[in-house]
């Protein structure tokens, strides 16, 4: 085959699969996004990835690793399909039939999503016929001129002809995604969260005290805003569930099952407290911990209504995309502000951040706890049933690890000699935070002042004036918790259940 040749046959492996992937998107935008074959693809590897890949992706990309999956899924399609073209040229139809099984892996992944429904085949078998037809009619047409023993005795397509046929093929692709993207967006979920009211707090959270946020340049504000909250969860695509098809059924060990909707959790007076959330999967001195304002329903309450039996011990939570948490009993019903969350910092939830009902439990690490979107309670028992990450090789019980950061100075950063403000955050969720103490280099251990502590459930701000020399130095924190337990120097990894350790930072000072 002659260069030419080559060249069509993989623009024309690429267009195909393009054009058909752009058509699945508009066919999925009618059905629901979840049946979109791309993102079931990518769904799909994600709950089907080994820990290990996992564990990579947020160390490499952090809360960027969905757009990592999703650029090198792109990538892994762009090289298959170029391969395809090209063998369709040489050998056809073993590219079409390559595209085909392109279709076909997306049927497979759209319906095994937990949300499944027939129709959810649909995108991706019109997205393989699709593409399986553009590929067999640009490779006849795209066959170049100089190739001898045209098999079809087809007029061949002169190179204008091939390029505005492809050209014409690219903007259609294009338009179809843009509509399937404005189709997506215009279902109503955002729409009603612009207009959704929210009841004001019976218990409103307590004002927060002058001193609680120390308000030094550089050093993480009390409160966490919802655009910079972290975000962690496995959805692809962040599910669209609005408060008329919100239900929560609670059943399992219980004395009487229930069924929950938006109206009876507006009749239950509401809670409004500042919680700190933390991921498990934090590194030390890493920034997966926000502090929130969280408008929600005591789930105590709501677990009385059922009636728990005393032999069950675990709270397994169903995300209305699959995932789930196992929360013990125990930490709901304790009195600690256990909530069914429906505000944050004022506002109706991000999307998100569970729109329109989650789960936030002081004291426990996200992964066994806050169930975004969640629809579904099962009161069972730790030997019975396990969730999600436990699953997956994470711990089963995950109480929140004490935790200190240094936030400023800046790592790496150079200051003059003399004073330099050191100060940060620390954390140990309802146990509360006693002393925080800094170090330079090998030097003893000094106290640090801390900010005025707003509840045990919420992080503590510090700070230390440090009488700098010139030189470089490493600075290291650690907390003490108000059991009196201090943090330990171990480094050990996040999985299964939270990193130890302390921070440090290495500093110029000259
Ligand atoms: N449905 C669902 N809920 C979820 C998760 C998830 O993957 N899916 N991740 C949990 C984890 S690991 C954490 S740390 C918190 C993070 O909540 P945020 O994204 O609002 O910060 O959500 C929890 N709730
Ligand atoms: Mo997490």
Known sequence: MDREKYVRAAISGVAATGVGLAVGELVAAAISPFASPYRAVGAFLVDHSPAWAREFAIERFGTADKTALLVGMAIGILLIT????????????????VVACFGAVGVVAAMTRPTAHL??????????????????????????????GDETGKPEWSRRKFVGVVGLLVVAAGAAAVVARQVAE???????????????????????????????????????????????DTALQVP???????????????????????????DIPAVERIITLTCVSNEVGGDLAGNARWLGYPMRDILSRAGIRPDADMLLSTSVDGWTSGTP????????????????????????????VRQVVPGLYGFVSACKWVIDWEITRFDRASAYWTKRGWGEQAPIKTASRIDRPAPLSTSPPGPVVVAGTAWAQHRGIRAVEVRVDDGPWQKATLATQYSTDTWRQWHWTWDATPGQHTLYCR????????????????????????????????
């Open 329 to 356: 009993l125990s930490a709901v019903t304790d009195g600690r502000d256990a909530l069914l969350v429906v505000g944050m910092n004022g506002e109706p939830l991000p999307l998100e951040h569970g729109y329109p």
């Open 186 to 232: 215009a279902g109503g979920v955002l729409r009603e969260r612009a207009r959704l009211r929210l009841p004001t707090a019976a218990s409103p959270s307590p004002a927060i005290p002058n001193g609680t946020d120390v308000a030094i340049p550089g050093v993480t504000p009390f409160q966490t805003t919802n655009a910079a909250f972290y975000r962690i």
């Open 82 to 97: 170029v391969a395809a073209g090209v063998l369709q040229a040489r050998r056809p139809p073993l590219g079409a039939l």
């Open 119 to 148: 129709t959810y085949a649909i995108p991706s078998v019109v997205a393989g016929v699709v593409a399986v037809i553009v590929l067999v009619v640009l490779c006849r047409g795209g066959r170049s001129a100089t190739t001898e």
């Open 240 to 266: 669209q569930l609005s408060t008329d098809d919100w239900q929560l059924h609670v059943h399992g060990m219980v004395d009487e099952e229930l069924t929950l909707t938006w109206d009876d959790l507006m």
């Open 479 to 510: 907390a003490t918790d108000a059991t009196g337990a201090v943090q330990p120097e171990r480094r050990v990894a996040p999985i299964p259940d939270g990193a130890t350790g302390w921070h440090s930072r290495v500093l110029r000072i000259g």
